[in-house]
């Protein structure tokens, strides 16, 4: 099932579909949630999975890698995170890249891990986008969705998040904000797999 | 058969395995451009290993085997409550199966006191997933403390013992005690 095409109805949020597939009719905005379900004091929006493409779906996978396992390592590139277990299998993730995604590549640590966490926009960010609030308290409206994991280097806070999302099309693309996004649902299981000390290497990728 | 339950690959020929090859570990460093299939885009995208549902695969990917701990701990936070949670509504689904809860330390102290905390670790969990429904005849545990040929990492800091702290359900179809 493959999407050439997402439109988006009165989105802010700009994205590439990175890879030419055969044309298909056109997906909305509504056809990529489902249901709703209940996550702490949350209710939030899940993702409709059949609209998303079987390449993003987690999935465990035989990946061959030069780290030892229980590292989280993210393939920007290609748009996986991969949760790595013992004798070469991981869980693969898809995931969509934001600009500040793409700024940072290394190795870093989970030194922080939040609950539907509050989201402050980033200085630049609200030079470019004047309309966001200044501060966002936790909640199914908020981008960083239902969990995050913040990456810290020497004990040095880098920025980089891994966290969910409000937007599940924008999963396997590049997009103009953010930095790794995954589904509401990964996140979540990611969340569960990512203890505090999980070291974290970020693929080295062209800028 | 060790702790791991080999995984059963999926039944096409070829698997094809996705090569990560690594430009180094330092931000600041140039290596080159990575020498990576992956990293051009034109990546062999690894086959997934199918997860029937009701299979180990199934527990693996959709419930997750493992909780962590923190240091010198047996206590399940938060973190550990949702995955067995997850895990008692599974074994439910699935009566037939057996489990047996591995607990592991990488803790300070001896390898009595990291065996004695690996068994604190697998009776919690048991007790909590008796506590949702879980028969206890279907459960055993077992320490291997921090036995060094089972650690997931291995180095000297948090982002090893991280790992190492946990226990893990493994899915178990033997009868008999």
């Not at chain 1, 999407?3 to 905005?29: N, S, Y």
């Not at chain 1, 500040?100 to 980033?122: I, L, M, S």
């Not at chain 2, 800091?157 to 005690?177: F, K, M």
Request: hydrophobic letters at 40%; charged letters at 20%.
């Amino acid at each position: 099932m493959t999407i050439d095409r997402r439109v988006l109805l009165g989105a802010t949020t700009a994205f590439a579909v990175t890879c030419a597939l055969p044309a298909r009719a056109a997906l909305q905005e509504q056809d990529f949630f489902a249901d709703t379900a209940q996550d702490g004091n949350f209710t939030y929006r899940r993702t409709n999975m059949q609209a998303i493409d079987p390449v993003w779906r987690r999935q465990l996978v035989h990946y061959v890698h030069q780290e030892m396992p229980g590292t989280v390592i993210v393939d920007t590139r290609n748009h996986f995170l991969y949760s790595t277990f013992e004798n070469n299998t991981a869980l693969r993730y898809g995931v969509g890249v934001g600009k500040e995604g793409f700024k940072w590549y290394g190795r870093a640590q989970v030194d922080r891990k939040e609950v539907w966490p509050a989201w402050t926009p980033p200085p630049e960010m609200l030079l470019r986008r004047p309309e966001l609030p200044r501060h966002m308290d936790g909640g199914p409206d908020n981008p960083l969705g239902p969990r995050a994991m913040y990456l810290y280097r020497d004990g040095r806070d880098l920025g980089y998040r891994l966290h969910g999302t409000v937007e599940p099309w924008s999963i396997g693309s590049d997009v103009s904000s953010g930095c790794i996004r995954l589904l509401p649902e990964d996140v979540m299981d990611l969340y569960q797999r990512t203890p505090i000390g999980t070291n974290v290497l970020v693929l080295e990728h062209l800028v | 058969m060790g702790s791991e339950r080999v995984l059963k690959m999926s039944p096409p020929a070829a698997v094809l395995i996705a090569m990560a090859i690594l430009g180094g570990c330092n931000t600041t460093s140039s290596n080159g451009p990575v020498a990576s299939a992956a990293a051009n885009g034109d990546a062999a995208i690894a086959t997934a290993i199918d997860a029937p549902p009701g299979s180990n695969e199934d527990f693996i990917v959709n419930v997750g085997r493992r909780v962590y701990f923190s240091e010198s701990s047996a206590e399940l936070n938060d973190t550990a409550k949702v995955t067995l949670d997850k895990q008692a509504a599974w074994l439910t689904s699935y009566p037939a199966y057996k489990i047996k809860i591995e607990g592991f330390a990488d803790d300070p102290g001896s390898p009595d006191a990291n065996k004695a905390l690996g068994l604190r670790r697998a009776q919690a969990m048991q007790a909590y997933l008796a506590a949702k429904g879980v028969s206890p005849a279907r459960m055993r545990v077992k320490s291997f403390g921090n036995d060094q040929v089972r650690l997931v990492k291995k180095c000297a800091d948090i982002s090893c013992w991280s790992q190492n702290r946990r226990g893990v359900t493994v899915l178990d179809t033997e009868v008999g005690s």
